[in-house]
């Protein structure tokens, strides 16, 4: 596992060293010289993953479920071979396929970029701490990994060619983004790469240019220890041989698509994809793992529920945690018209950030509303931006399920310190 938790380790472990070095308000009194390991953190953090997945391989065999440890390929519709470390070739056979082989990182088409860089993949397994880094990219993926590093103690920029968090709520988004810039994350925006060169036993020489407000452009070098790549990733299927038993795949992200009769399954019935393998399906492990159950339960007994992919709820683990479930503001407006949305909103101060004067300029929640023609406000989307962000947006689609208005939500509505506004001003 590569993915959500050494992710998730990590930012742990860099806000605990930004909570160390406020402490003394809470009297606490902290030694000079504390700093922090990455050796230590690194071999822990996958000595964790490894008994996961060894627990997992346990899981397997108590339900007398067959683990091959191999590559696999169709052979044909209702066949797959599997090679294993040995070169080895088993053939399988079965009625009914799945197909969740997920996605890798993939490296821009520029010079020294392979060479020389890195991936998000493979920060968790640096034997040495990475130094002054740059990341390459603005999705969540770069902007969380971009926020550990900055505050496990490295110096760390992020290069952004347009826009941050493409796809999310974007004042939210200019609101994670300016928070990360005040912690200390040096932005180079409207910038782009255009070659990775070695300079040194550990540092690369990057050249990229800058679109410059006017239009004009401006070339810059600086020299990193590490470069990492967070600019998408690709679904694992071109080795499968899917496209030869007609299984229909995107052309351009290489990821299975749907039928309309259910989302999971593909052009080639017996044949099922979930997870980040599924063209269209949020890139998340617990959607997967849902999706999955659900699947099981479809084609081995009487259930018909289907995976509902709309109303998920997402945390970006930045610095200070992102969460939303339902519509961004941008596209509440598009479906809805301008007119007929209005946003409840309100910055806040937690209370953990009383005496430690942590900054709580970012802090900042607000509901997505329709107007309806009863006078009602229904809500289409929320997004919170504090501490602990994933904890207070992952109960929020249960609570939709029976909470429609605003006039269900009284807390928020008698905490607003602004007034309503009207997405089209």
């Known amino acids: ?10 930012h742990q472990s860099a806000l605990v060293g930004h909570i160390i070095k406020k402490s003394s308000k809470l009297g606490w009194h902290i030694p000079d010289g504390v700093s922090h390991d990455w050796e230590v953190l690194r071999n822990n953090v996958n000595s964790y993953i490894r008994s996961l997945n060894w627990g997992y391989r346990v899981q397997l065999k108590d339900k007398a479920v067959e683990y091959i440890n191999g590559y696999g390929s169709f052979v044909d519709s209702h066949t797959v071979a599997a090679v294993d470390k040995k070169q080895t070739t088993r053939e399988i056979t079965a009625d009914q396929f799945v197909v969740a082989v997920g996605g890798r990182p993939q490296y821009p088409n520029i010079e020294g970029a392979a060479e020389f860089g890195i991936t998000s993949d493979d920060i968790f397994t640096l034997t040495s701490p990475p130094g002054k880094t740059l990341v390459v990219g603005a999705s969540y993926v770069a902007l969380e990994c971009a926020g550990f590093l900055t505050g496990l103690g490295c110096e760390t920029s992020i290069m952004v060619r347009s826009i941050c968090l493409r796809g999310f709520d974007q004042e939210m988004a200019g609101l994670v983004s300016g928070h990360m810039e005040r912690e200390g994350t040096r932005f180079l925006r409207n910038s782009t790469p255009l070659k990775l060169e070695r300079c040194g036993e550990r540092e690369v020489l990057v050249t990229w240019h800058t679109t410059n407000a006017d239009s004009s452009v401006t070339q810059h070098q600086d020299v990193f220890n590490t470069v990492l790549f967070a600019t998408g990733r690709t679904a694992s299927t071109k080795s499968l041989g899917l496209d ?9 992200s290489g990821k299975i698509i749907g039928s309309s009769v259910s989302p999971e399954q593909s052009s080639v019935s017996h044949i099922s994809a979930v997870g980040d393998v599924l063209e269209g399906c949020p890139e998340l492990t617990p959607v997967a793992i849902r999706a999955g159950k659900l699947l099981a339960r479809r084609l081995f007994s009487s259930s018909t529920e289907q995976m509902d992919y709309q109303v998920v709820p997402t945390t970006v ?11 961004a503001e941008e596209d509440a407006i598009k479906q809805y018209g301008g007119d007929n949305v209005e946003v409840f909103h309100a910055y806040y101060k937690p209370l953990e950030y009383a005496l430690t004067e942590m900054d709580s300029a970012s802090c900042y929640t607000k509901l997505v509303c329709v107007k309806e023609a009863s006078g009602e406000h229904r809500i289409v989307g929320f997004h919170f931006l504090g501490p602990n962000a994933g904890e207070a947006t992952q109960g929020l689609p249960l609570a939709c399920d029976w909470v429609e208005h605003m006039s269900s939500f009284p807390v928020v509505l008698e905490s607003t310190q602004q007034p309503p506004r009207r997405s089209s001003n």
């Open 244 to 252: 030869a038993i007609g299984v229909d795949l995107h052309p351009s």
């Open 317 to 327: 683990f930045t610095p200070l945690e992102y969460g939303c479930v339902g519509l």
């Open 1 to 10: 596992n590569v993915g959500c938790i050494p992710k998730k380790l990590m």
